[in-house]
T-cell receptor, first 111, second 113 residues
Framework: DAKTTQPPSMDCAEGRAANLPCNHSTISGNEYVYWYRQIHSQGPQYIIHGLKNNETNEMASLIITEDRKSSTLILPHATLRDTAVYYCIVAKLSYGQNFVFGPGTRLSVLP | EPEVTQTPSHQVTQMGQEVILRCVPISNHLYFYWYRQILGQKVEFLVSFYNNEISEKSEIFDDQFSVERPDGSNFTLKIRSTKLEDSAMYFC???????????FGNGTRLTVT
């Protein structure tokens, strides 16, 4: 089973920030938080990942709480093309370990 | 930017036939994976492959499935005798290791009739 809990769906107005929460209260000290998204039936697309510090790249920002039990993915200016299912995954990608996908959050960006 | 490529994009086969799904991972990656997604369901792990051997497999990955890295670039998934319930999107992924993220291909849609 997935180690994360996400709301099943969210709406966001185009041009506004989308804040997608994720709970991972059982995360262990050496596990990273990864965010992916899936548009229609395309392959999951990597967005961002982090261990304990906040991270930012050209796509998004990742805010991880100090106790690491939850995180928030922030899309600063959502566009219609950001409509997708967003997955929060915790994992330690050592030899052989894999990602366990949950149902994710279906984000709808509305015009 | 390098990407994982999968062929074919769509494969239709009859029940009982063998299929081979092909993937070209990112060239310097060391870890290779197959996942599948039945229509409307979650993405499910099938198998991981490292150092020319299977490192982990799920309950789905039974004796009908096999993987191979026949040369330095391709990574294949073979289904020996397809069943109707094998109809799904199959995604290949690769990673460099050391907690770097996995990169997924855009999948092969397998339809078993």
């Amino acid at each position: 089973d997935a180690k994360t809990t996400q709301p099943p769906s969210m709406d966001c107005a185009e041009g506004r920030a989308a804040n997608l929460p994720c709970n991972h209260s059982t995360i262990s000290g050496n596990e990273y938080v990864y965010w992916y998204r899936q548009i229609h039936s395309q392959g999951p697309q990597y967005i961002i990942h982090g261990l304990k510090n906040n991270e930012t790249n050209e796509m998004a920002s990742l805010i991880i709480t100090e106790d690491r039990k939850s995180s928030t993915l922030i899309l600063p200016h959502a566009t219609l093309r950001d409509t997708a299912v967003y997955y929060c995954i915790v994992a330690k990608l050592s030899y052989g370990q894999n990602f366990v996908f949950g149902p994710g959050t279906r984000l709808s960006v509305l015009p | 930017e390098p990407e994982v490529t999968q062929t074919p994009s769509h494969q239709v086969t009859q029940m009982g036939q063998e299929v081979i799904l092909r993937c070209v991972p990112i060239s310097n990656h060391l870890y290779f994976y197959w996942y599948r997604q039945i229509l409307g369901q979650k993405v499910e792990f099938l198998v991981s492959f490292y150092n020319n051997e299977i490192s982990e497999k799920s309950e789905i990955f039974d004796d009908q499935f096999s993987v191979e890295r026949p040369d330095g670039s391709n990574f294949t998934l073979k289904i020996r005798s397809t069943k109707l319930e094998d109809s799904a999107m199959y995604f290949c992924a690769s990673g460099y290791g050391n907690n770097s993220p996995l990169h997924f291909g855009n999948g092969t849609r397998l339809t078993v009739t």
